[in-house]
C-alpha cells in the first residue's frame, strides 16, 4: 500500500480566505486561530478534490442536534450505502483500505462486508479545547525521548504535530490520540466478549470510570503532577468473576514516573498492587486476545518502538456508527461467527494519519511491528494491524466511531480485536443492551474516589 504524504495548507489566496472564514464559523468565534487551513483540532478543513471528504463545518454539537435522552440519534439513518466493498470487489477499492482491511474480507469472503456511505465530519469539541488546543500548540514539548511531553493541558499537545526540522514526527500524533478529548469525568456500564471461532461467546460485564485529569479546568499542567487520568473497573458479571476490581493511575511521562494500579480479589477481600498492567501483558478477560497496551487501541509508553511517520491517506474508516450504537437487540444480532454484522456498521471516507513503530532492538514485545490509522478531526486511532515475530500481520484492531455530540465527543460505539490465525475476535465497549450507557459528568469526581480504598468499596458492592 502505497502512502503519500500532503501538505496540510491550501495553495491558493482564495482557499486561504475562505478556510479562515470557515473555521470561525464553525467555532462560533471563540476558538483561538490555529493556522490557517486546519480546522481547531489541526485537521485540513476544506474538502477533498473528489469531494468525497467534505468540508469540516463544525462537526455535531448540542447546539445543533436535539437534546439525548435514552440513546443517541441516527443524524444519517435514511442514507444508504453508495456502495459495499466485498472480497471479490476489494480489488477496485484497495488504495484506501488497510492490510487489515483487506485481510478481513479475505478470510471471510461469505460474510464480511464494508458498507459505505456518504461522509460526513462530525467530530467536534468545545471552545474550551479549542482554545487549549491553540495554546498547547506555542508551548507543547517533548521530553525524554518522545516518551513524554510538557506544557500543555486541556487538548491534544501537538495540533501541527511537527518537528524543529518542519517533518511530522509520528511520536506526537501517538501522543494526540493519548491525549485526545473524551470529556471530563464519565461513568459507564459496558459489557465484553471473547468470540470464538464457532461464533460462541461470553459476555464480562463491569461497572467503569474514568477522571481525566488532564482536561479538569480547575487544574492545569503543573498542579496534575504528571497524572494523565485515573480508571476504575468492577466486575459485575459473570458470578465466577464478580467483585473483582482494577485501579489504574495513568501518568504522561512513564520514564519519569510509571503508571500505578492495584486490584482487589473478591476472594481474598484484599488490594494489592499489579505491576504488571502496561505492555503485551494479557488482559484476563479477554481470552488472551488483547494485550495491556491494546486496550482503547493503544495506550501507555511508547519507548519499546521506533515510531515513524508514514503519510497522510484518505481511506475508508468506521464512522457515525449510530445504528450500531444503538443496537439494543440481542447480542446475536451482532456478535457473529468470525466478525460483527456488517449489517450494523458503516464506513465513510475520511482522512488519517498513518503511523508505524517497530520494536527497538534488544527490547521484546508480541507484536514486532504495528501500523496505526488515525482519524484527522479526533486523533483517535481507528483502526491498528499488528504483526508478530515473523513479520506476519496477527491481528486487526478496528474501532467504530461515534459522535456523542450532547458533549460533544468523538469515541468509541464498539471495539473490536480480530486474531486472524485462530478466527477468534473480542468485542468490547459494548452497551447495546443498556441504551446510552456512558455518562459524561461536567463535575470531578470527589477526592478519594480513585483511591485503592475506594476500589475495595466498588468490588465489594
Avoid at 61 to 84: F, G, Q, R, S
Avoid at 339 to 348: A, F, I, K
Avoid at 388 to 413: E, I, Q
Avoid at 437 to 460: C, D, M, V, W
Amino acid at each position: 500500500m502505497s502512502v503519500a504524504s500532503r501538505s496540510v495548507l491550501p495553495t491558493s489566496v482564495f482557499a486561504f480566505a475562505v478556510s479562515v472564514l470557515v473555521c470561525l464559523s464553525a467555532t462560533n468565534g471563540y476558538a483561538k486561530p490555529l493556522a490557517p487551513g486546519l480546522t481547531p483540532f489541526g485537521a485540513e478543513q476544506s474538502a477533498n478534490e473528489s469531494g468525497s471528504i467534505p468540508a469540516w463545518d463544525g462537526g455535531l454539537t448540542p447546539e445543533n442536534t436535539k437534546p439525548v435522552k435514552d440513546k443517541l440519534e441516527d443524524h444519517y439513518a435514511a442514507e444508504k450505502p453508495l456502495y459495499v466493498i466485498t472480497s471479490a470487489n476489494q480489488a477496485e477499492h484497495a488504495d484506501h483500505l488497510s492490510d487489515g482491511q483487506k485481510a478481513l474480507l479475505k478470510a471471510y469472503p461469505e460474510s464480511y462486508n464494508l458498507p459505505v456511505y456518504p461522509s460526513h465530519r462530525t467530530a467536534a469539541a468545545t471552545p474550551w479545547v479549542y482554545d487549549n488546543i491553540a495554546s498547547n500548540h506555542q508551548t507543547a514539548k517533548l521530553v525524554n525521548d518522545g516518551n513524554g511531553f510538557t506544557d500543555a493541558f486541556g487538548g491534544v499537545p501537538f495540533p501541527v504535530p511537527k518537528n524543529e526540522a518542519g517533518e511530522y514526527d509520528a511520536r506526537k500524533i501517538l501522543w494526540n490520540h493519548l491525549t485526545r478529548w473524551r470529556g471530563l469525568f464519565i461513568k459507564a456500564v459496558t459489557s465484553e466478549a471473547p468470540v470464538h471461532a464457532n461464533g460462541n461467546y461470553s459476555i464480562v460485564s463491569a461497572d467503569q470510570s474514568v477522571y481525566f485529569l488532564y482536561y479538569d479546568p480547575a487544574e492545569n499542567f503543573k498542579t496534575i503532577d504528571n497524572q494523565m487520568s485515573q480508571f476504575m473497573a468492577s466486575i459485575t458479571k459473570p458470578s465466577r468473576l464478580a467483585g473483582g476490581a482494577l485501579l489504574v493511575h495513568e501518568t504522561i511521562d512513564r520514564i519519569k514516573e510509571d503508571r500505578s494500579a492495584w486490584i482487589y480479589n473478591a476472594g481474598t477481600r484484599r488490594v494489592r498492587r499489579a505491576p504488571s498492567v502496561g505492555y503485551d501483558n494479557p488482559v484476563p478477560s479477554a481470552d488472551n486476545l488483547l494485550t495491556a497496551d491494546d486496550v482503547d487501541m493503544f495506550n501507555g509508553a511508547l519507548d519499546r518502538y521506533d515510531w515513524r511517520f508514514v503519510g497522510k491517506q484518505e481511506m475508508l474508516i468506521p464512522y457515525n456508527n449510530f445504528k450500531l450504537s444503538n443496537q439494543t437487540g440481542d447480542y446475536d444480532q451482532l456478535l457473529k461467527k468470525g466478525h460483527v454484522n456488517p449489517d450494523l456498521t458503516r464506513y465513510e471516507m475520511h482522512r488519517v494519519w498513518v503511523i508505524e513503530g517497530s520494536v527497538k532492538k534488544g527490547t521484546r514485545h508480541l507484536y514486532s511491528k504495528r501500523r496505526f490509522y488515525l482519524d484527522e478531526d479526533s486523533w483517535s486511532i481507528v483502526q491498528a494491524d499488528q504483526y508478530d515475530a515473523r513479520g506476519n500481520l496477527w491481528r486487526v484492531h478496528v474501532s467504530y466511531l461515534v459522535n456523542y455530540y450532547h458533549v460533544p465527543v468523538t469515541w468509541s460505539a464498539l471495539s473490536v480485536n480480530h486474531d486472524l490465525e485462530s478466527k477468534r475476535y473480542y468485542a468490547s465497549f459494548l452497551d447495546n443492551s443498556n441504551g446510552l450507557a456512558i455518562e459524561f459528568l461536567n463535575a470531578p469526581p470527589k477526592k478519594g474516589e480513585f483511591s485503592p480504598q475506594a476500589l475495595r468499596r466498588g468490588g465489594t458492592r
